[in-house]
């Protein structure tokens, strides 16, 4: 007989320790195989010749991947189920990043960071989910901690970053007399995720099964009428903008610091704070996802973030870029976790899926557009200072766009 998300066993496994472990999701698709490129990119850069514009391109394959593999997520997770896509995309993310460290003729690594993107979408979608009914079952017991463990998930993140920070840079140095010993970095990373994919398998086992009325049949999930983008469009468009704005800075502000001069040793504690700030941001935003069922939340992070991206161009001092690392950290994940709250406050759980994969396939689409056109700005006049100047610019137009989103009746 299977268990429901109330059951006895859900209570054996707290909802926290759940939380916490289904985060490492969240680690493995952002935190590792998306954002540790942040760290490579300036040795690999200097390595292989690349203009900014190719360098900025391997995020834009990775974002294509995830577009590709959110496209086709929500049909995987009614073919072989939630819990086995997570696990298949964690193990494939790490395998991809591993033969990173095998090539280094650009498309090549082009192929392979496109690859990691499909896994990890498949991974980042199906553990949101997992998150999102492990909130709802956690507010059947009278508990109102649903923004908490959402926060928890996607902060996630901010395990993937601070593990990158420590490992890459002493990785690198331990390599720097080796040629391209940036390839080690991509296999100590890989072998980070596969430790992290151990810790995932044990979650996705520990979740008990939904209700019935939260996994429709096969049948009736085909047979259900897409949901109208009419119904989220301004907080899709401000979504859309914030993939393509937090994107450039997670791409590039490294290669900035560096370029104004910052230490290795510095690059480290900057990298690593902005990991320790996302981590703790599941705590800092709980209150605002749970209390707005509109595009509120969205609207306030996105224009923190624009803050936050702007700070490191006006002021090269170490304080002020550790201000902006801590700030980023501390709202960037938690706008991706807006858009899961804010489908799980306006559509009912047999829909949640199609919602957080609808609100994924924008989030590609902007991460696809933003590392590129960032890259190619700061191939001009003013560099990479006027490269975030643009990312800054489009977080601030998605607030604008976001605090136009109202909350819905309940869509059937």
């Known amino acids: 007989m299977s268990t429901t998300l109330t059951s006895p066993s859900l209570r054996a496994q707290p909802a926290l320790r759940l939380a916490f472990a289904l985060s490492m999701g969240a680690a493995v698709s952002l935190g590792i195989t998306r954002f540790a490129y942040a760290l490579l990119l300036p040795p690999m850069r200097a390595d292989l010749g690349w203009s900014y514009a190719l360098a900025g391109g391997m995020n834009t394959a990775n974002a294509v991947g995830y577009l590709a593999g959110a496209l086709v997520t929500p049909a995987l997770m009614r073919r072989f189920g939630v819990t086995r896509l997570l696990i298949v995309g964690a193990v494939l993310a790490s395998v991809f990043m591993a033969g990173s460290g095998f090539v ?24 949101g989910l997992l998150a999102a009914r492990l909130g709802e079952a956690d507010a059947r017991t009278g508990a109102s901690r649903s923004g908490l463990l959402l926060g928890i998930y996607y902060g996630g993140t901010g ?18 007399d080796v040629p391209h010993g940036w390839t080690w970095a991509w296999w100590a990373l890989a072998l980070a995720s596969a430790a992290a994919t151990c810790l995932l398998a044990w979650a996705g ?27 989220f469009v301004w907080a899709l468009a401000g979504y859309a903008l914030f993939g393509m704005g937090y994107i450039g800075y997670m ?82 994940l938690s706008v991706v976790a807006s858009t899961t709250a804010l489908v799980r406050h306006n559509l009912p759980p047999a829909r949640w899926a199609q919602g957080i994969s609808l609100f994924t396939i924008v989030f590609a689409l902007g991460q696809i557009v933003g590392p590129t056109v960032t890259g190619w700005i700061s191939d001009g006049p003013g560099g990479l200072a006027r490269g975030l100047v643009a990312s800054a610019i489009a977080l601030w137009l998605g607030a604008v766009l976001a605090a136009r989103q109202h909350a819905l009746k309940e869509i059937e």
């Open 251 to 332: 791409t590039f502000v490294i290669a900035l610091l560096r370029e104004q001069g910052a230490s290795a040793g510095f690059v480290t504690l900057f990298y690593a704070l902005l990991g320790i700030a996302c981590v703790a941001s599941s705590r800092l935003w709980a209150g605002l996802l749970d209390r707005y069922r509109g595009g509120q939340p969205q609207a306030l992070l996105n224009g923190l973030l624009g803050v936050a991206t702007l700070l490191p161009v006006l002021s090269a001092s170490a304080p002020v870029a550790l201000a902006s690392g801590v700030l980023f950290g501390g709202v960037f």
């Open 205 to 231: 086992r520990a979740m008990p099964d939904p209700p019935a009325s939260a996994t429709p049949s096969a049948a009736t999930a085909t047979e259900a009428a897409p949901i109208a983008l009419r119904h």
């Open 104 to 127: 280094t003729d650009a498309p090549a690594l082009l192929l392979q960071r496109l690859l990691a993107g499909v896994a990890s979408a498949w991974v980042f979608v199906a553990g």
């Open 159 to 176: 395990f993937g970053i601070l593990l990158s920070a420590l490992l890459v840079p002493q990785v690198l140095r331990a390599a720097s």
